[in-house]
């Protein structure tokens, strides 16, 4: 597609279960990250993926929370045992890769998807 | 401590008339800085960016920004709105240190009245 993807929009679950929420970004770019907008607040920066590996794990806030790219495309961000505080909208961006890595940011060529809005129970 | 502040958090403003929205930043060295706009149903979309140079930069659809370093703010300015700029306004910051991880502000949301 012409944008970054990503599904589900919504998704209810309860405490204590385990979701995963999927990031689809622009074909070719390399660097792809997750960010998390609580009610009222900014997106917070979660993780930072250049290619496959994970670049910047530091705004993951504890180990409930884990993100894979096995291939270097699309992502996956998996929360374990949910908690209400989870509750946010969880927002993925991508933008031009390592080689531009600067040049991308310098640009401000951050594309973000619509989100995937969490609701725990 | 790092910290991104936009005091409004909700702003009026008859159509036609000018905005100014807030946004004043704590880093220990001048961050890159940004704005985005988030409408209803849409991704954040980049309206404009600073990074060195002139402290007046123009944005898209109509917006610009102005960098003063002795206040620390980069606030931004439309001189007539339209009704379709209601949204919510989040400006940005990237240190130089780090340049891909966005500090966001809390968010100000514009409504338009006719």
Redesign the interface.
Known sequence: GAGVSQTPSNKVTEKGKYVELRCDPISGHTALYWYRQSLGQGPEFLIYFQGTGAADDSGLPNDRFFAVRPEGSVSTLKIQRTERGDSAVYLCASSLGQGARKAAILTGELFFGEGSRLTVL | AQS?TQPDIHITVSEGASLELRCNYSYGATP?L?WYVQSP??????L??Y?SGDTLVQGIKGFEAEFKRSQSSFNLRKPSVHWSDAAEY?C?V?PRS??????????TTVTVRA
Do not use: C, H
């Open positions: 991104v890159y940004f149903g849409q991704g954040l979309q980049l404009l960016k990074f989040f940005a990237a780090n340049d891909y991880k966005l500090s966001f502000g809390a968010g």
